[in-house]
Structure formats: C-alpha cells, structure tokens
C-alpha cells in the first residue's frame, strides 16, 4: 500500500528566503505526482502535476521535481512571500488506481 | 477554468439526521471523489465514482454513501449522522485517464452536534 511522507511537518522561515519542501513515497510505480496548496479552512488548489516520465515542472516562483526511481519529489519556493504561507500537500497516483494517495502536509509560515 | 462547487461551505446538523452533501463540475470530468479531512489524519477516500451510477468505496465508506446519477453531480450521503462525522468534506474530479490531475471543491465543514 502507497504511503506518502512529508518533511518538515512546518516550517517558519522569513521574507525572501528560497525554501524546499519534501515528499516521500514508498512505492515508485506511480502515475504521476500532484502538489497542492491549502489555506487554513479552505479547499486544495492545485499548484503543480508531474507526470513519472518527467523530472520537473515549473510554474512561476514554483519548482517541482521528481526522482521516481527513489520516491521522492521536492518543491522548490523561490524568494518567499506572506502570502505563500499555506499547507502543502503532496499526492501520488500509482500506475493502477484512479485515486491520489494523500501526505499529511507541510505548514509553511513566511514571516515580514 | 474548472470548477468544482459544493453546495454549502458551513452545516451544522443534529445526531441522527439524513445529511445531504452535493458536488457539482463543470468540465465534464468522469471521475468524482469525496474526501474527509481531520487533524492529524489527513485525506482519507470515502467513496469514488469513474462514471455515471458507478461508485467504489474508499478507505472509509462506513457510514456515508454515494449517488451519481448525473454525471457533473456526485453527492454524499450521511444515513445517520454522528458525532464523529464532525470533519471537514473534500469534493474532487478529474478526467478519467491517470495523466490528469484533481480539481477539488472548497470543502464543507460538517458539524454535528
């Protein structure tokens, strides 16, 4: 069964700082690979979506990458903003579901 | 854009009651998914739909079920609700080939009381 890690649980960082985000995943016969944002009391906006054949994709101050082959992916922040203060989740989809497999999150707090 | 709509951002309901969560998209997506959300455990599936009357059930169908009759609609359904369905409710969808990826709704946050 798919199991998805995320490291840190929080982070708190200040102003302008270029941050990662980690996510592990326990089986590497995946799909593709979703990361999410997530505001206190809110649904998920969809931030990135890596397919396996890809190694990265990128989407303004956004870097996603993925390393299949050792289960992990990382989201890379560049020059951190308050407003990029959020919950990230990451989410696999293995080669024989339809659904995602959920991580528990990383609480970001970028402080002025 | 796609959007995924649910009906009511807040509900409050009593202890036994028949509750009535909907779902609606626009994007003509074949896949519909309804997820809770609860400190500490995550996003766990409750139920799933690839098509219009086809539902699977997830990781923790007890006590809910599903409907699609339509296939922009997938609503869930608390038979009896209890205390411990206080959560907050995740709609998503998605085309049906694995290379897309989820739209989600902005949650209902359910209590009972």
């Known amino acids: 069964k798919q199991e998805v890690t995320q490291i840190p649980a929080a982070l708190s960082v200040p102003e302008g700082e270029n941050l990662v985000l980690n996510c592990s995943f326990t089986?590497?016969?995946?799909?593709?690979l979703q990361w999410f944002r997530q505001d206190p009391g809110k649904g998920l906006t969809s931030l990135l979506l890596?397919?396996?054949?890809?190694r990265e994709q990128t989407s303004g101050r956004l870097n996603a990458s993925l390393d299949k082959s050792s289960g992990r992916s990382t989201l890379y922040i560049a020059a951190s903003q308050p407003g990029d203060s959020a919950t990230y989740l990451c989410?696999?989809?293995?080669?024989?579901?339809?659904?995602?497999?959920f991580g528990p999150g990383t609480r970001l707090s970028v402080l002025p | 854009d796609v959007k995924v709509t649910q009906s009511s951002r807040y509900l409050v309901k009593r202890t036994g009651e028949k509750v009535f969560l909907e779902c609606v998209q626009d994007?003509?997506?074949?896949?519909m998914f309804w997820y809770r959300q609860d400190p500490g455990l995550g996003l766990r599936l409750i139920y799933f739909?690839?098509?219009?009357?086809?539902?699977e059930k997830g990781d923790i169908p007890e006590g809910y079920s599903v409907s699609r009759e339509k296939k922009e609609r997938f609503s869930l359904i608390l038979e009896s609700a209890s205390t411990n369905q206080t959560s907050m409710y995740l709609c998503?969808?998605?085309?049906?080939?694995?290379?897309?990826?989820?739209?989600f709704g902005s949650g209902t946050r359910l209590t009972v009381v």
């Open positions: 998503a969808s998605s085309y049906g080939t694995g290379s897309y990826g989820y739209t």
């Open positions: 089986d590497s016969a995946i799909y593709n």
């Open positions: 890596i397919q396996s054949s890809q």
């Open positions: 989410a696999v989809r293995g080669n024989y579901g339809q659904n995602f497999v």
């Open positions: 994007m003509d997506h074949e896949n």
């Open positions: 739909s690839y098509d219009v009357k086809m539902k």
